[in-house]
């Protein structure tokens, strides 16, 4: 994770909100208490006898030590997992197919993305992907570059971005900092936006989210999938 010292915090807040966007709203979001993550990947492992799971971006094995699969990969160029390597130089050498992916490495908008096509061709045709961070509930948690410690970046609008496409089923699920999920399906609710997503704010997202993320509640997760 990256280092930030104080200077570095200050000066980076200044900058966003001088010269990227200064909004004060903040968001309550209703996160399911004691069900996170892991357990909604055990949910999708048991469910649909998952046998091959990625994870971009492992930590301390926070998560990578929880799932109980027959085979598992870890990516990440610092610490955890099992793959020394940033996602993208992973992807350019890669071969294996995977039920399952978890993407929570670099929360940059344009580095989410990548690494949501990468896993989409790399993705079993009943596959799922699970996008962690998608709900930030205040403009420093999500500004990039990063100013705060407790970070969800721009996640978000990789998401509102691959819903304008016509090959992607994607939700949000209202858990644990909130997780996109993506299936290779038909768009059901396709997104259409009213200005170009290079354009899009923080304030967007607070004025939009339930509609550009498409949030469903676990219990509605649980009846589609
Ligand atoms: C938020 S942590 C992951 C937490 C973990 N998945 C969990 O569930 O607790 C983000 C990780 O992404 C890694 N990372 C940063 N850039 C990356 C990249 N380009 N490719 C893969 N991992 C990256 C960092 O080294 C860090 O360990």
């Not at 990947?41 to 990578?64: A, R, V």
């Not at 940033?86 to 039920?99: A, G, L, V």
């Not at 899009?200 to 509640?217: A, G, P, Q």
Request: overall charge positive; charged content about 30%; proline content about 2%.
């Amino acid at each position: 994770m990256e280092k930030l010292n104080k200077f570095t915090k200050i000066f980076r807040k200044i900058y966003y909100k001088l010269f990227i966007e200064n909004f004060k709203g903040k968001l309550n979001y209703n996160f399911t208490e004691n069900f996170y993550r892991w357990d909604l990947i055990e949910y999708l492992i048991k469910k649909n006898n998952y046998k091959n799971y990625l994870e971009i971006g492992c930590d301390k094995n926070q998560l990578f030590s929880k799932v109980n699969i027959d085979n598992k990969i870890g990516v990440d160029p610092v610490s955890g997992g099992n793959v020394r390597k940033t996602s993208d130089d992973f992807f350019k050498e890669n071969k294996s197919s995977f039920d399952i992916v978890f993407i929570d490495g670099l929360h940059t908008y344009e580095q989410v993305k990548r690494d949501i096509l990468n896993s989409v061709n790399f993705l079993l045709d009943e596959g799922i992907i699970l996008v962690h961070d998608c709900m930030p509930d205040s403009l420093g948690k999500q500004a990039v570059p990063r100013y705060k410690m407790q970070w969800n970046g721009n996640v978000w609008k990789a998401i509102v971005d691959l819903r304008q496409q016509e090959n992607l089923e994607i939700y949000t699920c209202e858990i644990d900092q909130g997780i996109g999920v993506i299936s290779k399906k038909k768009n059901t609710s396709i997104l259409k936006l009213d200005k170009p997503i290079n354009k899009l704010k923080f304030k967007d997202y607070y004025n939009n989210y339930k509609e550009y993320m498409r949030i469903i509640s676990l219990e509605e997760f649980k009846k589609i999938f």
